[in-house]
Structures are given as C-alpha cells and as structure tokens.
C-alpha cells in the first residue's frame, strides 16, 4: 500500500492452560493435569445428570446431613466431575474446593452450602440434608435470586454490588443454557442502558464488598493475562472456539474477585478488567448466535462494568460493539444512535483512533439507511480523526485499529451505499497488509466485500438489480 500520501488523498470519497495450579481449560488439544488424568470437561446436562445418581447414595445424603462437602466433591470427582467444573459451576475457588475435599477446612457459611447446591442442581433430597429449602430458580439453570428469568441481565444495574451479581447470574444462566437466554433481542434495553451510561455517574465500588478472600492488584493483573489469552483464541479462530471455556473460567475466577474485599482502586481496576472480559465473551457470543439476545445481555453487562470500574472509554467502546449488533440485526437508526451517544460520551477525552472508529459505526448505519450524504461526511469525519491519531496514546485493546481497518471500514459502507468499484478498491487495499499479525476474521469479511463488489460490478454491465438492491429489498430499514 502507498503511504507516502497523506490519509485525506488515500481516503478521498485445544489449546491448554492452568488457572490456580489445577483449573485446567482444555480448547482444540487434549488437556492435561497434574495428576496425569486427563481434563474433559462435561456438558452441563451430563454433570446434572451425574449429581442426581451421586445423590441418590446414602453415603452421600449422610455427607450432606453432616454438612461434609468434602466427600460429595470426592464422590463426584470418583464419577467424572473434576474440581475445574464445580468451581465453574458454583463460583466457588477451586483452591478452597480442594480444601473442603481434603477436610483441610469445613464450610461454615449457609451461603456457600447454597452456592454449591444451586450451582450443581442437586436434587430436594440434597438439598433438604443440607438443611436448605428448594431451588426455586432451578429452571432457569442459575442462583437463587429472586429475579424473573426473562429479565435476565437486559436491566442496567443501579450500583457496582448489582453488576456484579447480574453479571455472576448471566454467566451461570449461560452455563445452565437457560433457554431464556435464546429469546430476540430487545431495542429498548439498547435505549435504555445507552441514557443511563451518559446521564447516571454511578457509583464507584469498594465501600459496599465485605467478606470474601483480599483481592490486590496483582490478582487484577493474572486476571487480565488469563482473559488475553482469550482475545488471542478469539483473534484467531473466531468466538466459538473458546467461548464456554470463557464462560467457565469468568464464572469461577472473576465471580471469586469480584465478591473479595479490595480498597477502591483495586475496585476499579477489577471492574474495568471483568468488564473487558465480558466484552469479550459479548462478541464471542455474537459470533456464535448473532441473532439471539446473549450478546446483547453481556454488552450491557460489560457497559456497566466498564462504568463501575469508571473506565468510560472501555464503556463507550462497549456502546459502538452494541451499535455494529444493531446494525446487523437492521436495527439502523438504534445503531447510528449508540454511535453517537460513545461519541457524546467521551467527548475530549476518547483518543482520536477511539472516535474514528464511532465515526465509522455511524457511517455503517447510515450507510444501510441510504443516507448517503451523512455517511460520506462520518467517513470524512473518520479520516481527519486517523490523521491526527498516536497510537501509542491508545488503550491496548483498540491497538488493532490500523489503515488497513479502516480501508475495510470504508468497503463495508460504499458496498452498502451501491458503489461497488469504490468498495472494491478499498477492500482490496485493506486485504493487501494481510500477514500473521492480522486478524483473520476481519479480513474474511473484507474479503466478502470484495467479492460482492465484484458480484454487484458484473451485475451492473449486464443490466441486472446489483446485490446491494437485492439486500434492501430482503432486509428492508427497521422503521
């Protein structure tokens, strides 16, 4: 690619890690412990199915009736359930699950026998031994909240103490594969969660946490090594790879952090970090089912995380994700809105590669709504913005954002606007950088506009509707 012209001339117009020493994921390669066993990690159902036979045993309910977890997380490890997936499933920390097992500690607290019970779905006979009532959210595949099961996670939470406990249900709803989960998106929690992040200061955590394990900075710091490792699978092989083994380690380790005690740095710190994870498991979950409303509960999840931990950068980047959701889904004027609420929202403080990338958000929704004119002047708008950027002044997790990102940014909005040669010619100099350090799925759908550039640019010399008509006409603008 030609550098040598300034930006306005060229833009004219499994895999296996341990986790606490014995939490093991296991990806596309076998796993390993150290034990020497080898780590498979069950379906949901099967481990639900195991704890309903283990319960049955009369050896297990005289445990229970002694309140002795250590031998029901022995009996379950006998039967194929490993300590990794109990801690996923219960929130509790697999270190102290070790403990418990080894009768090194007893449990003491009612709330962890309720955890534990809840997490596992152990039957009323169970439950009853351990001197606990009924589930009353066993449906739901998730804690004992008294929360309807249809609002799950689309409510913006009104403290750091209720984003947590929204974000700890989301991740064991997901886990649970609670079926609500799978139900159509709503544009009205877009609205909604968009005016309270811009009018609503929040407040800050810390004061309200008590009880549970310290938490310092360096815990913070493995927490946010552990989730990189994530974003490197996901770069690589796209969100549904890796994205329950994500959902699993948010669920044991950021659930433990996130209910520890810290001052209100550390609070922060750890608010802003799980908040970026679960952006992450966000477009993890829109790659694997863009159409259901999973990502778009942890896109809001992750926008008020991002507040708590009084990140609002990281916040107005979860907004413009929420935007590129609602344009696929043909939400276009909800998606020119979220775009420009970032904008509005980081207003002298977003860095300039931050606000071309709104800009370009908004320039793919007005794009869709054939709104030439506005998407030509956010394209502009983009363009001034990336000759004025420094990337060594951008957050990390935006530092993919290069020219080549933004000639595909540029392809994607001319195809729409029925300009297929000028949507050509950028998508081919975005796919010219393509290397080892790109992303290969970015470059797969610069790739597609490519290919329907040239599609739309034969329809055309032979007189036949280009495919960007045929798009309009079969996903016409939400009204």
Excluded at 127 to 139: T, Y
Aim: charged share 20%; proline share 4%.
């Amino acid at each position: 690619m030609n550098t040598s012209q300034p930006a306005s001339a060229r833009f004219a117009q499994s895999y296996v890690f341990t986790v606490n020493d014995a939490f093991v994921f296991t990806f596309s390669v076998g796993g390993h412990q150290g034990n020497g066993k080898h780590a498979m990690a069950l379906a949901v159902s099967d481990v639900r199915a195991i704890v309903e036979r283990v319960c049955a045993r009369q050896d297990v309910l005289d445990a229970c009736t002694r309140r002795d977890l250590g031998t029901v997380i022995e009996v379950l490890g006998a039967h194929g359930v490993a300590q990794g997936q109990i801690a996923a499933l219960t929130g509790l920390h697999q270190g102290r699950l070790s403990e418990y097992k080894k009768h090194r500690r007893a449990p003491k607290a009612s709330s962890t026998f309720q955890v534990f019970a809840d997490g596992l779905g152990m039957p009323p006979v169970a439950r009853q031994a351990l001197g606990l009532g009924p589930n009353l959210s066993a449906s739901a595949g998730v804690g004992t909240r008294d929360k309807p099961p249809q609002d799950i996670d689309l409510a913006y939470p009104d403290a750091p103490v209720d984003a947590s406990e929204n974000v700890a249900w989301l991740w064991r709803a997901d886990l649970g594969d609670a079926p609500m989960l799978q139900a159509r998106l709503d544009p009205g929690a877009w609205n909604e969660a968009s005016l309270r992040w811009l009018v609503d200061p929040g407040r800050r955590p810390g004061s309200e946490i008590v009880g549970g394990t310290r938490v310092g900075m360096a815990d913070v710091d493995r927490f946010r090594a552990t989730a990189g490792l994530f974003t490197q699978l996901d770069d690589r092989f796209g969100g549904g790879h890796a994205r329950q083994s994500l959902i699993q380690y948010l669920s044991a380790d950021a659930g433990r952090l996130l209910h520890g005690r810290y001052t209100e740095t550390v609070g922060r710190a750890l608010f802003s970090a799980t908040a970026e994870a679960t952006l992450l498991a966000a477009w993890m979950s829109y790659d694997s089912c863009p159409g259901s409303s999973l990502a778009q509960r942890y896109f809001i999840q992750a926008l008020a995380l991002a507040q708590a931990g009084d990140d609002r950068l990281l916040g107005a980047s979860v907004l413009d994700a929420m935007s590129h959701q609602a344009t696929y889904k043909g939400r276009f004027g909800e998606a020119a809105s979220l775009a420009r609420a970032a904008m509005t929202g980081t207003r002298g403080i977003a860095t300039p590669t931050l606000t071309l990338h709104f800009h370009t958000m908004k320039a793919r929704a007005l794009a869709r709504l054939g709104d030439a004119k506005g998407c030509d002047r956010s394209l502009a708008d983009a363009v001034r913005e990336f000759e004025r950027r420094r990337p060594e002044d951008d957050p990390g997790w935006i530092h993919y954002f290069d020219e080549s990102e933004l000639s595909a940014e540029f392809g994607h909005c001319l195809r729409d606007l029925g300009r297929p040669a000028d949507a050509a010619q950028y998508a081919s100099r975005s796919l010219m950088s393509i290397d080892e350090t790109t992303f290969v799925r970015s470059d797969f759908f610069a790739m597609m506009v490519l290919a329907d550039a040239h599609v739309d640019t034969y329809a055309i010399r032979l007189g036949l509707p280009r495919l960007s008509r045929l798009r309009a006409i079969l996903n016409p603008p939400a009204r």
